[in-house]
């Protein structure tokens, strides 16, 4: 049984940083991209980050690029989104995903969701 486990949301301010952690488990594809989605309230889930099996390619939307970065822990089941300037704007339920296709930003692509964290910045 596949599953995707997040952590790390939380309650913070404006400019404050905060790091997501995303385990995989049950897995049987051998080698498998990871990404990062958000979802706002009333809003449509959106692509934040994505990364190959690798980690050698990495892909970011310009609401995020600069502030975001998406790294794959050791063992390769784990995916970090370290989340710095913070904006209010940011504030979503984050999903990690699987795909065994490449790290992209649609969401077709993904087979596997997690939950979800909940990340919420105060202005």
């Known amino acids: 049984q596949v599953q995707l486990v997040e952590s790390g949301g939380g309650l913070v301010q404006a400019g404050d940083s905060l790091r997501l952690s995303c385990e995989a488990s049950?897995?049987?594809?051998?080698?498998?991209?990871m990404g990062w989605f958000r979802q706002a309230p009333g809003k449509d889930r959106e692509f934040v980050a994505a990364?190959?099996?690798?980690?050698?390619?990495?892909g970011y939307p310009d609401s995020v690029r600069g502030r975001f970065a998406i790294s794959r822990g050791n063992p390769k089941n784990l995916v970090y989104l370290q989340m710095n300037s913070l904006k209010p704007e940011d504030t979503a339920v984050y999903y990690c995903?699987?795909?065994?296709?490449?790290?992209?930003?649609?969401?077709?692509?993904?087979?596997?969701w997690g939950q979800g964290t909940q990340v919420t910045v105060s202005s």
């Open positions: 995903a699987v795909s065994r296709w490449a790290a992209s930003a649609g969401l077709k692509d993904y087979e596997y």
């Open positions: 049950g897995i049987t594809f051998s080698r498998y991209a």
């Open positions: 990364v190959s099996w690798s980690g050698g390619l990495i």
